[in-house]
């Protein structure tokens, strides 16, 4: 699994907007590099990141190879109600990480 | 006549002796970066290097080895244990008399008491354990000594830093020590003052280590990089580190 740092607030008043910061760690490997032996390093890149809050999807992201390695994404949301916050992010491979996040809305 | 003598004589001293930057104008390379790049290193959830931080935390509890230890088996917790441990590295090892970085220190480590096998030289592993031990002497003064029995190793170090190599020819004392605050093309020259390493350098896109960094300035100037673990590389080193006495540790800075 991938080192994840997520950065949101424990608590937040209701309507308050509030940002959200994630770091994971990853190479980006964007396909174009040539290794020591000549050949191509294959491309291995997170293509898509996605946030949903309580099961409605609030930020999505498609990533290119140009982004360099270890994404730090950052975005801002409606702090509506009290619940869960996840995380995914989505790899050339099809594997998928997730993060599950809790937040106390007053 | 006179005049001019006297010209080429002060011009003489001046370019032999290159003047050491004074303790109230030593900055950091944290001053010299942008603001987008301090703005990550002061927030630690968009500091890529803790991500190296992170996963040293880890191999620090791994039980790796014959000896089936793990680091904290024997150092107990690094947030008391290895507090201003990183601010005195490069040291001399009694045992084999010889000066140890903090990598080589945690590889030896790992050798004489767990029984495993070293890591590569900058190695993600290797980088993240010591990243995670120079983390927890962050804010604290380097309190390299450069007296004593260092003395002949800080004056290698010293030595090596105003040799002029390469085909440049230049020294690194040419650049640090009388050009810094200027631009070499579009980057700022910064006094070469290893307060953050292991660093999260943008260019690399990775953590690395002072030796990378040096090894890095030296093909720049078109010399031969030092090999890694090589006497001259971490006698310069503890130069740089006894140059920077007093300064705060920021491990792990961010660099362009």
């Known amino acids: 699994m991938a080192r994840v740092l997520i950065n949101l607030p424990a608590r937040a008043r209701r309507g308050e907007i509030i940002e959200i910061k ?6 980006m490997e964007t396909g174009y590099r040539l290794g020591p032996t000549g050949a191509a390093i294959p491309r291995d890149i997170i293509k ?46 099809g594997e998928t990480q997730t993060e599950v996040r809790q937040i106390t809305v007053e | 006549m006179r005049v001019l003598l006297l010209a080429l004589a002060v011009a003489a001293v001046a370019a032999a002796a290159p003047a050491e930057i004074a303790p109230g104008d030593r900055r950091s390379g944290y001053d010299f970066a942008g603001p987008e790049s301090r703005a990550m290193q002061d927030d630690d959830t968009a500091n890529p290097g803790m991500l190296g931080v992170l996963q040293g935390e880890g191999l620090w509890a791994t039980k790796a080895g014959g000896a089936d230890r793990s680091c904290a088996d024997c150092h107990g917790n690094a947030r008391t244990s290895m507090k201003g441990v990183a601010a005195r590295y490069p040291a001399l090892e009694p045992a084999v008399g010889s000066l140890l970085d903090l990598e080589e220190r945690i590889n030896r ?7 495993a096998a070293p890591f590569a030289w900058e190695s993600e592993d290797l980088l993240a354990l010591t990243a995670f031990v120079a983390y927890q002497s962050r804010g604290l003064p380097i309190a390299v000594r450069g007296d004593g029995e260092l003395q002949s190793f800080v004056d290698l170090g010293s030595e090596l ?19 810094w605050g200027k631009r070499l093309a579009g980057a700022v020259i910064p006094q070469a003052h290893p307060t953050g390493y292991p660093v999260y350098r943008l260019e690399w896109q990775s953590l690395g280590s002072l030796q990378r960094r040096l090894r890095n300035c030296m093909s720049g100037v078109r010399a031969e990089p030092y090999e890694y673990g090589a006497p001259e590389a971490v006698a310069l080193e503890l130069y740089l580190m006894a140059r920077a006495r007093g300064m705060a540790l920021e491990t792990p800075a961010v660099r362009p």
């Open chain 1, 22 to 27: 994630t770091l994971i760690a990853h190479p």
């Open chain 1, 48 to 93: 898509r990141f996605l946030c949903t809050y309580n099961g409605e999807e609030v930020f999505r992201a498609e990533l290119f190879p140009a982004i360099a390695a270890n994404p730090f994404i950052a975005f801002f949301t409606v702090a509506t109600e009290s619940g869960e916050i996840v995380f995914s992010w989505t790899d050339d491979h």
């Open chain 2, 109 to 115: 480590c790992r050798g004489e008491h767990q029984g």
């Open chain 2, 161 to 179: 830093f105003h040799r002029r190599q390469g085909q440049l020819n230049l020294s690194c004392s040419q650049c640090h020590d009388d050009n």
